[in-house]
Nanobody, 119 residues
């Protein structure tokens, strides 16, 4: 069993910053891609940013230049630094990891952390 736990969400004014963290635990043999998704009310979940084990990143155009994804492979932890936040960034942010427990690869999700940006 692989668990992902997000932290760092909260309420911030527009223009402010937050840093999300996602720690993994459990029977982890290896992790490929880790990423952050978000889902606003009545909208579909969307990719915010992802990072491979080699450090290659993919960042959504809507947050490019404001959000930075990083990863600590030794700790199996992924971070999302969010700067210049806008009200439209308000959403529940979910951590995702493509991980192997030594038997099979599968996608795993965290429980989500709320980010609210006030105008």
């Amino acid at each position: 069993q692989v668990q992902l736990v997000e932290s760092g969400g909260g309420l911030v004014q527009a223009g402010g910053s937050l840093r999300l963290s996602c720690a993994t635990s459990g029977s982890i043999f290896s992790i490929k891609t880790m990423g952050w998704y978000r889902q606003a009310p009545e909208k579909q979940r969307e990719l915010v940013a992802s990072i491979t084990s080699g450090g290659n990143t993919n960042v959504a155009d809507s947050v490019k230049g404001r959000f930075t994804i990083s990863r600590d492979n030794a700790k199996n932890t992924v971070y999302l630094q969010m700067n210049s936040l806008k009200p439209e960034d308000t959403a529940v942010y979910y951590c995702n990891a493509i991980a192997s427990n030594g038997i099979a690869w599968a996608p795993y999700w965290g429980q989500g952390t709320q980010v609210t940006v006030s105008s």
